[in-house]
Each structure stands twice: as C-alpha cells, then as structure tokens.
C-alpha cells in the first residue's frame, strides 16, 4: 500500500536508485515480443489469399496429405511467398539500421550504396535480355549480379581509405548511372507490352515465387546478415563519432569491409527477387528506435523482425485489396510510408518548439 | 628546442621519440618528441594547425608516422592489440556530438567496450564502474537523460565521464574546455588535475594560454609541427616563445606564486 516515491539517492554509498540495467531489461523483451508476432503472422499468411483455408483444412491438407489442392497451394503458393516475405523484409529492415548506425544518419535507407539500384537494373537488363522468359531463375540471378557490380564499383572508386561521406557519394553517383540504365532499357523496349512488364516489375511483388527463389538468395543472404549483426557493437561505439569508436578499440576499416559486403549479400539477393521495395529499411529504426532506448545495436535485431513483420503485413495487404489487377507490394510500402513521414515531420516540429 | 628534466621523476608511462607524419607530401609533424610521467599533466599548445591534434592521432595509431618511436607502459605500441591499448589509453576526441539519443548512462558505458567480449552486456561491476565515473564527474544526477538534451557543459563532463569509465592510464584529450563557459572550463581542468592526482596521466591539447600554464606540470609548444619549446610554463610561455609561435604580445606575471599569462595583443 505505500505510494511513496523514492528519492534521488545519490548520496547513498549503496546507489540503490541508479540501475543501468533497468532501461535494458526493458528492451531486452522486444526481440522476443517481435519474434512471437513475426510467427503469428507467418501463420496467419498461411491461410489468407484467393483460397482462404482454415488452420484445420491446413493441417489435414499439408500434414495428413488429405487434400491436393491445399498442399500444392501451400508448397508452391504460400510458403514460398510467406519465407520470401519474411527474408526479404529482414535483409531490408536490418540493413537498414545498419546503414543508419554506421553513416550515422537517419535518412540513410539499405540501398544508400547503390546495391537495390544495381540489382533492380540487373534484373530489368535480363528482361531487355529475353533471359527472363527463357528461365524463371534469371531475373534474380541477374538482380544479384547487378547489385554486386554496382557495389565493387562504389568500392573501388570511392577507394580504401573512404569516408562515409565519399561512400555515400559514390552510392549516389551509380545508383544514378544503374536508375538511367534502367530508363534507358525502358526507352528501347520494342512495345508497351515489354515496358509495363518491367515497371510492373520494378513496383516489387512476391506473387508467381517458388521456392527455388528461396534457395537461391537465403544462401546469400544469411551470410550476409551474420556480417550485419556482427558489426552490432561497433555501430554502439560509432555513435560517438569514428574517432572515439577507434579509440575503443574498433578497427574501422574492417567495420567498413564487413557493412559493405554484409548490406550487399542481404540487399542485393532481396531486391533481386522482390522487385523494388521502398520505404521498409527506412521506416522500421525509426519505428523500433525508441522501443530500446536508441541503442543502435540493439536496434539491429528489432529492426530485421519488425522488417519481416511489416513485408509480411504489406503482403498480406496486397492480397486482400487486389481485385482483377494486383496491387504491388511496393506500392503498399509507399503508401504505408509516406504518411508515416509525416508523423516524424510532425513530432520533431513539436519538439523544435 | 630546449626541454628540461624534472628532478625525482616517477616511471614514464608514455614515450614518443622523433613522430614524423607526412600527409600528402606535406610535413605535418617534424619529429616530435614527447615523455609523459605517472600523475602528470602536460599540455600540448600551439596555433591552428601546428600539428597537436595530428600528434595524438598518432600516438593512437589513428594515422601512420613516418618515423619514430612509441612506447607506452615499458611496451613498444604496436605490441598491443586494439582493445588492450583501449584500455590503457583513453581519447577524448574534439568530435563532441552523439548521434542518437541514447541515455547519459549507456553513453558513459560504452567506455566499459573494451572490457567485454564482443556479445556480453554491461555486468553488475561495469555498471558500478560507470557510476563511479559519473559520480567523479558530478553527473550520476542526469544518468537517466537522454545525452541530446544537455547543456554544453553537461555534455562535456559526460564524454569525460565516458572516458573514465575505461580505467586507462593514461588521458589523451583534445579541446576538451573549447566551447565552454569560465566556470565549466575551470570545472573540467580541475579534473583533469584531479585524475591526475590519483595517478593518471594526461596530455590535453589547449588554447587558452592562461588555463594551460596554470594547470599543467609541463607544456609543449608545437610550431610548424616541430616543438618551438618545452618544459614548465614558466619556461614555454614567455614573451619571445609566444611572439614566435602564435605572433601575439602576451603579459605574464606571478600570482599567489604561480606563474600567469594573458593573451594581449597581435603583433604580426
């Protein structure tokens, strides 16, 4: 029944009021947390699309091997669809905290160093190609190949000793050269037909996968996010600025190495076989920042779930909402996104006053 | 390029012989030399641009020397590994901003980094630790603030704070009064004298004269990247020496017995 506030105790020698610990243990339960609702949210992707299925007709369809129909539609529709949306939403929203930690920079998004760029022309040079009708593994496999030419690129140019200033310049500079590529492949398509088919593709789906994509790019990309969420602690350090995160004992040339490889074995596979999907990487930190306490490693893993959790959601959105014509899954993180803006627009107007 | 010896001198805990860098064909720093004893403050003074923060860079094996020698506790430095150094020597770097608004707390632990293995969480001791720096630099009253909210001077004890926390023995720091008001200015030397006393060893790059011949044992005064002079204030910081260095007139005089100087006029 005591309602009596504790008192500053800072001259006690015991300092029971100071508890470093007490902001961890609340963000500690957020991975957790995330992790329970990315499940339940898989599950859920299960049953919903032009077929609904109840969680029962699943089971006897899937387990039992009862019903054809169900288990084709589960194998060869949804769960590649559910894994895609899942890996491609986590390579998006770590990265993402990644590139925001280690550029320290809020606006920074995972394709900052031109590899979503690299690997959208990628994929839109193998439709200019007539590759992408003779195999149905050609637009990713061109996607990944465009992300990483892009990227060794960026690298050389902005050379070894670049700073985060001339990595991002770089970034720009070729992702411009891979956007105009793009244009011009669209320029040169011999008919509408051709043109559509490739800015359909470029608004990002994850309808018509199987799950030779999958095995195509999570071979990549888990390498990709272990090099990510390894860099955990340096980008804690690197919020004081490169200088002090040497001084503690970081080896920054490395961090760089590890980002740069990491971001691209886990962006450019993502894009490759989703399409162009705005707006996750750059949205989830900042949704997840507050949550635990602003510490940018622990943002990393919060961040990938959260990411997962939004494609999925975006995914799931686009199957409900479509009628005869597919809404794409990029539009839907747009559309999520852009208001989101505003709403940080107007929090930090209120805080300026 | 005098210096002179100070008799009943405790153990060097840092040495560094004839540091040369070049950058870009550019001689930033000519052979400086530099020996830094248990519980000493020197200072490192000198125009913009005379090589100062260049030469703890490279003590810190930032940027590579051309030449010379480092030792630090008895051990050549590029013996030690990243993190073992970290834990030696603190930095606390002219680069004053945190980015992201982590609490005052969590700022002062990241001094506890190179302590941990790269997956561990600030034990019970490391956060005692923290406290304990907070509380030497009176700011275990804000450990729940979020760093983007302090003042300047708050700010300042925190990144000192954050250096503390990593036990070194030995303190680079870099401007660490710049910016800052008279009483927070004098607050911050004072520990620094005061970390001093309980057996650190520092080296600070200033600019104001007057704070540095007051509260450093020693003062090396860089020119072109060379040392002009150096040894006691008293010593370094006369008319002619200051004339040559910075092209000022300054007066100096002996207060309450300790030797003061003023910045007074431009002569070139």
């Not at chain 2, 005064?221 to 010593?235: E, F, M, Q, W």
């Amino acid at each position: 029944m005591q309602t009596e506030t504790p008192l500053p105790s800072s001259e006690h020698p015991t300092h029971p009021a100071f508890n470093g610990d007490a902001i961890d243990r609340k963000s500690r339960c957020w991975p957790t947390v995330l992790l329970v609702l990315l499940a339940i949210s898989f599950l859920f992707s299960m049953l919903v699309g032009s077929v609904f299925l109840t969680p029962q007709r699943l089971v006897e369809g899937v387990v039992f091997g009862q019903d054809s129909i169900v288990k084709l539609i589960f194998w060869e529709i949804r769960l590649p669809r559910a894994l895609l949306g899942v890996f491609v939403g986590f390579s998006l929203g770590l990265t993402g905290a990644v590139m925001q930690g280690y550029m320290r920079n809020p606006l920074a998004d995972p394709g900052v160093l031109g590899v979503s760029t690299g690997a959208a022309m990628g994929a839109v040079l193998m439709f200019y190609l007539g590759a992408a009708n003779l195999f149905a593994l050609a637009l990713p496999l061109g996607g990944i190949l465009g992300g990483f030419v892009i990227i060794v690129m960026v690298v050389t140019i902005a050379g070894r000793e670049a700073s985060v200033q001339t990595l991002i310049l770089a970034g720009i500079a070729f992702s411009s050269l891979a956007s105009s590529i793009i244009s011009l492949v669209l320029n040169l398509s011999p008919n509408p037909h051709a043109a559509m088919d490739i800015v359909f593709w470029l608004m990002g789906s994850l309808s018509d996968r199987n799950l030779q994509h999958v095995w195509l790019t999570l071979p990549l990309m888990i390498p990709g996010w272990l090099l990510l969420l390894v860099s955990a602690r340096a980008l804690r350090a690197l919020s004081l600025g490169e200088e002090t995160a040497a001084s503690l004992g970081f080896n920054l040339r490395r961090v760089r190495s590890m980002i740069i490889l990491g971001s691209s074995l886990a962006v450019g596979p993502a894009i490759a076989v989703s399409g162009s999907i705005g707006f996750v990487g750059l949205i989830v930190p900042h949704v997840m920042r507050p949550l635990i306490g602003n510490d940018p490693a622990r943002l990393l893993w919060v961040s990938g779930l959260a990411g997962a959790i939004l494609l999925t959601w975006s995914d799931l959105a686009v199957r409900l909402i479509s009628g005869t014509v597919e809404i794409k899954l990029g539009v839907i993180t747009a559309l999520v996104g852009a208001p989101f803006f505003f709403f940080l627009l107007f929090r930090m107007r209120k805080e300026a006053i | 390029m005098d210096s002179q010896i100070i008799p009943s001198n405790p153990a060097p805990v840092l040495i560094a012989k004839g540091i040369q860098v070049h950058r870009r064909h550019r001689h930033i720093l000519k052979g400086v030399d530099l020996e830094l004893r248990r519980g000493e403050v020197i200072g490192l003074v000198g125009a913009n641009g005379s090589g100062k923060s260049t030469f703890l860079k490279a003590i810190l094996q930032f940027i590579p020397r051309k030449q010379g020698t480092i030792e630090i506790l008895g051990r050549k430095v590029e013996s030690y590994e990243p993190t073992e150094l970290a834990r030696k020597v603190a930095y606390l770097a002219q680069e004053n901003e945190c980015r992201w608004p982590i609490t005052v707390a969590r700022l002062v632990a990241l001094g506890r980094i190179p302590y941990q293995k790269p997956w561990q969480e600030n034990s019970e001791e490391d956060w005692n630790i923290v406290h304990e720096a907070m509380k030497t630099v009176a700011v275990d009253h804000l450990a729940g603030r979020a760093v983007t909210r302090l003042s300047g001077g708050e700010r300042h004890r925190v990144l000192f704070a954050r250096a503390l926390a990593s036990e070194p023995e030995i303190l680079l720091a870099d401007e660490p009064t710049t910016g800052l008001d008279p009483y927070h200015q004098l607050h911050l030397m004072e520990l620094l004298r005061g970390q001093a006393q309980s057996g650190r060893s520092v080296v600070v790059v200033l600019h104001d004269l007057t704070q540095a011949a007051r509260f450093c044992d020693r003062l090396i005064l860089l020119k072109d990247g060379a040392v002009l002079a150096s040894g006691t204030p008293a010593h370094v910081v006369s008319s002619a020496h200051l004339l040559s260095a910075y092209g000022i007139e300054a007066k100096s005089f002996s207060y309450a017995g300790e030797h003061t100087v003023i910045p007074w006029s431009v002569i070139s």
